[in-house]
């Protein structure tokens, strides 16, 4: 969603990225298709898109996708991107540096994740993760208020890095089983993780320790949890799922 809510974006299977305006809340569910919520296609990547991050402060669009590579586009229209990030090996996730909204940080199936300068495309720095080379990352998050990069890791670990040093903070397993998605309320003292294992924590983010856990989903084709969301506004948490559910919590 864009930081006013009056524009959303999906990314798809087919290497799109729709551009949608948010139709208003007042509008009947069952009226007839209205041509002008579909703003245009953003067309670029040759593979699934995987994620799709918005900046406010430049009305930009990252995304990241099967096809490898990042791109940066502009939001306030269908025009090609702006900017290709291609390192080695597959992008696996991307989100804005909070801290500086110049930076990026990225995830690739190789385990490596870097902080790229959006401006010059150049890479930053490395942050040096823990475990076997090849660990998959599912997702890496930027800290809405300090310099640090949170991942969300296969073998089951979250892991906390520092973005000026690329030094790992703390590594912990977390979960049974992989750990897929990952969030960060508004206010930057709690981290929500969503896992296979069908089961969403609470982190307190200073002592690290879990303060909360329930059963969210239920379990299809070995998955379950794909992705968790704090409101940035009100308390409630939401969470998608391989059951086909969206859950709100209060």
Request: glycine letters at 6%; charged letters at 15%.
């Amino acid at each position: 969603m864009s930081s006013s809510g009056d524009q959303c974006f999906s990314g798809g299977v087919d290497g799109t990225i729709q551009s949608w305006n948010t139709p208003s809340p007042n509008v009947d569910p069952y009226d007839s298709y209205e041509a002008s919520v579909l703003r245009g296609a953003l067309c670029g990547h040759t593979d699934a898109v995987w994620r799709l991050v918005y900046s406010s402060a430049h009305r930009r669009l990252l995304s990241c996708s099967a096809d490898g590579t990042v791109r940066l586009w502009n939001a306030a229209d269908v025009s090609p991107a702006l900017a290709v990030f291609n390192e080695d090996g597959v992008t696996t996730s991307v989100d804005l540096v909070s801290s500086d909204p110049a930076y990026m940080v990225t995830s690739f199936d190789t385990g490596h994740i870097g902080l790229f300068n959006m401006e010059t495309q150049q890479l930053v720095l490395k942050l040096d993760s823990a475990g076997p080379a090849g660990t998959a990352i599912n997702q890496v998050l930027s800290h809405p208020t300090l310099p640090i990069t949170i991942t969300a890791q296969e073998d089951r670990h979250i892991q906390f890095f520092d973005n000026n040093t690329g030094k790992l903070i703390h590594s912990m397993v977390a979960h049974l089983d992989s750990v897929t998605c990952l969030s960060v309320d508004p206010n930057g003292l709690y981290l929500m993780s969503g896992s296979h294992d069908c089961s969403i924590r609470l982190w307190n983010m200073e002592s690290k320790t879990c303060i909360q856990e329930f059963t969210a989903h239920r379990k299809k084709s070995d998955e379950s949890i794909h992705d968790v969301a704090f409101h940035p506004t009100k308390c409630y948490i939401g969470s998608a799922g391989a059951d086909a559910l969206a859950k709100v919590f209060v």
